[in-house]
């Protein structure tokens, strides 16, 4: 058996990292060098022309007439050259056939004589000029005709020293070796350092790890690596890590129930649930996505809405894959899919996949913020504002149905018996069209708001057609029996067809549809956010003297019943005006529709009244109430969560509300108060919080009393209750309650249409 691979060590792999790195410097400041010195040269080398051509041609103006006066007697020459002689050069005049005939200095005559650039000038009566060595030295030779009436009697001969350039090279060679051995050492330092700290630490951790799995010690996996320096690598082995950590989890939670005899629906649970009931992926619809990416500073950034569905929804694609189709309303959404509207999400461990569906500025008006949300929002819930119904808008809501059924479609081709999940009131037509073309997926529909009595739907001048397309589902889901009841009763006035009220069923034709309940929740499992501390987040709020604190957190929509608990609370205060400067309420309001006229309207109610009682009632170093009117993510809102002593849920009339499930599910501590309107889903659940009237601003003045006050102990008794309900019905309860009803639909119903 072959031995296995030596490992290479981290100090191998930094040494040969220093070396190439070392090599690269050496490479590119020699091949620099070298430039630089051929450049140096050249520059030397016309200079030393430039001063030998001045001093010749200089030279031979007033050696030409010289020579030959007084005989052949060089007396005249001589002195005219020891006039000019400078050191480091020597200047020789020849006769015709290049015989120095006077040299300065005397002593160099030997030297010069037979010079090569001489005779070439004497015959060729031109200039020559070049470097050679005399007597071991560099020199540069410039040798010119002198001329007489047009006859060459002679040449001038200047020589100069060049040993400069050499001694020039050398000095560059030394400094720039010095550079480079400075450059070295500065770049091994910092590779060693940034190796140390970004590579070798990390992979250290992550072995450590490692070993702590395989001795039984469980931990939580380290943190990501670098992408950018690691790449895929770092990511697959990161989210394997977190896989592998999750699924141990799962194992000793599932270990942990089934010790004390519970049987509490878990991810793991439910996963394994769809694997071997449901089998294959399932496709989940909604307007709403569950991560949105928009410009901010000129760069992407991801951004989770603030909505029950997605809090609701988004644990169960992580748990079991699929597909979600949904609105791409992010302003640089098409920049981050692929030419399909596609994407994988979560972005770091991809767990399930993203299907987004453009609108037109126009769709998305006449479909979401029209009809949807001008008239059927307002038509099912019972707060007094008036329903606005257009034709336009209807058409536009129909054929956005009719486009993301064709989305839907092109992500279920080639899978046999699909299982779809339709979110909301957005989509009331699409189960129908859905089913027309494929008959054989198993469709439901959740309604996550109220449905109200046959008289107020009524209302509707489509309501055949919508509650027709609602029935082409197998199977519709409310938060409470009473919707159900409610959806029966309009079904039943509303159109021909059967209902069977101790099956809860609706039959059209051969079609068979089941109305059911399905009470929404949220995760349970300890939230994915730093723990803080309650002083630093009053210090981040600027309530650092605060010594109880309250929080809300809404979209500012008129259901949430704002301006009735900002009244109740500036009510508490004038009641027991002990508590100012004690207490701070926190309002997250994040913008919603803002392009509806009645919500521009209830967002300048809202602000003006949070200021009115601020001016009324703060100090200079106190305001009742801090309005946080903007989008928050999830790990400013947890934190608020853990550390209030109350929370206010004053819905005038909401489906389920998982703002009062996502309070109790965050509290690990067992402390805080929950206040609740009877008014939503969550108050049948919830019976341990203060349940109020909302519209009652004494009754809710007085329960906020009861919060502040209220013993720890008492506190903690009803937390418990409250947190062991939401712990049992979790959203992987209500998961599997709905796909096992939808599971059990036999096949050979599917296809029957009415």
């Given at each position: ?8 060590s ?14 690269a ?30 001093l ?25 050259l ?13 006769d ?10 005397d ?45 060459t ?144 500073d ?37 920049e981050?899919?692929d ?31 029209s ?27 129909k054929?956005?149905?009719r ?58 001048p ?63 499992e ?55 400067e ?39 170093s ?16 947890v ?17 389920m509300n ?22 939503t ?74």
């Amino acid at each position: 058996m072959p031995a296995p691979p030596a490992a290479v060590s981290p100090v191998r792999i930094t040494a040969r990292l220093v070396f190439a790195l070392c090599l690269a410097v050496v490479v590119v400041v020699g091949g620099f060098t070298a430039l630089q010195i051929r450049e140096e040269r050249a520059g030397l080398e016309r200079d030393l022309q430039r001063r030998a051509a001045l001093l010749a041609e200089g030279l031979k103006e007033a050696v030409g007439p010289a020579l030959g006066v007084g005989g052949r007697s060089t007396a005249p020459v001589e002195r005219i050259l020891k006039r000019f002689g400078r050191p480091n050069q020597l200047v020789a005049v020849y006769d015709q056939i290049a015989n120095p005939i006077a040299v300065v200095p005397d002593d160099a005559r030997p030297r010069v004589a037979a010079l090569p650039e001489v005779i070439e000038s004497l015959s060729t009566s031109s200039v020559r000029q070049g470097f050679r060595v005399l007597d071991g030295r560099a020199v540069f030779v410039y040798a010119t005709p002198l001329d007489r009436s047009e006859r060459t009697i002679g040449a001038l001969a200047v020589v100069l020293d060049a040993s400069s350039l050499a001694q020039a090279e050398r000095t560059l060679w030394w400094h720039n070796a010095l550079r480079v051995l400075v450059l070295a050492l500065v770049l091994s330092g910092i590779t060693v350092l940034l190796l140390r700290l970004s590579v070798t630490q990390p992979m250290a951790r992550m072995a450590e790890w490692t070993k702590a799995l395989k001795a039984g010690r469980p931990g939580p996996p380290p943190e990501i690596a670098d992408a950018g320096l690691f790449g895929p690598l770092a990511l697959e082995v990161s989210g394997l890590a977190r896989r592998l950590h999750r699924a141990q989890e799962a194992a000793e939670q599932e270990a942990a129930l089934r010790l004390r005899g519970e049987t509490m629906w878990t991810e793991e649970r439910l996963k394994q649930f769809v694997n071997l009931q449901v089998g294959g992926p399932f496709f989940v619809v909604s307007n709403r996505e569950p991560v949105s990416h928009v410009y901010k500073d000129g760069k992407i950034v991801p951004q989770t809405p603030a909505s029950g569905l997605v809090t609701a929804m988004e644990p169960i694609l992580r748990a079991c894959g699929g597909v979600w189709v949904a609105h791409g309303s992010g302003s640089a959404d098409r920049e981050s899919s692929d030419e399909r509207g596609r994407l994988g999400v979560p972005a770091d461990d991809p767990r399930y996949t993203l299907r987004r569906v453009w609108l037109t500025p126009e769709e998305e008006q006449g479909y979401y913020y029209s009809f949807a949300n001008e008239g059927l929002w307002p038509l099912c819930h019972i707060v007094h504002t008036r329903p606005q119904f257009r034709p336009e808008d209807w058409e536009h809501y129909k054929n956005v149905n009719r486009k993301f059924a064709l989305a839907l479609l092109d992500e279920m081709e080639g899978v046999d018996t699909p299982l779809v999940l339709i979110q909301d009131y957005h989509f009331a037509m699409l189960p129908a069209y859905v089913k027309e073309a494929r008959p054989d997926a198993r469709v439901a529909i959740f309604w996550h708001i109220p449905w109200p009595n046959f008289e107020a739907f009524g209302i509707c001048p489509w309501q055949p057609e919508i509650l027709q397309g609602m029935l082409g589902a197998d199977l519709i889901g409310f938060h409470t029996q009473y919707h159900c009841n409610n959806f029966l009763e309009t079904v039943e006035r509303a159109i021909e067809c059967r209902v069977d009220w101790e099956r809860f069923t609706v039959t059209r034709g051969q079609r068979v549809t089941q109305v059911k309940p399905f009470p929404i929740s949220v995760a349970t499992e300890p939230p994915d956010v730093p723990p803080t501390t309650r002083a630093q987040v009053l210090a981040g709020l600027g309530l650092s003297s605060i010594e109880l604190l309250g929080v809300g957190v809404e979209r500012v929509d008129y259901t949430k019943g704002l301006v009735e608990r900002f009244r109740a609370l500036e009510r508490f205060f004038d009641r027991y005006p002990e508590y100012r400067e004690r207490v701070t309420f926190v309002q997250v309001a994040s913008p919603s529709r803002s392009l509806i006229k009645r919500y521009q309207d209830l967002q300048r109610e809202v602000r003006d009244t949070v200021m009115e009682i601020n001016t009324r009632l703060a100090t200079k170093s106190w305001r009742p109430i801090l309005y946080l009117d903007r989008h928050h993510d999830h790990s400013e809102i947890v934190p608020l969560y853990r550390h209030a002593d109350f929370c206010m849920v004053t819905s005038l009339h909401d489906g389920m509300n998982l703002v009062a499930k996502e309070f109790v599910a965050t509290r690990e501590d067992e402390r805080g108060v929950l206040i609740l309107s009877r008014f939503t889903g969550a108050a049948r659940e919830l019976t341990d919080a203060l349940v109020v009237n909302p519209y009652d601003l004494d009754e809710l003045a007085e329960s906020i009393r009861t919060a502040v006050g209220m013993p720890p102990e008492e506190q903690r008794i009803r937390m418990v209750r409250m947190r062991q309900t939401v712990r049992e019905r979790n959203i992987y309860w209500w998961a599997g309650r709905l796909l096992r009803e939808l599971s059990r639909i036999p096949e050979e119903a599917l296809g029957k249409l009415p």
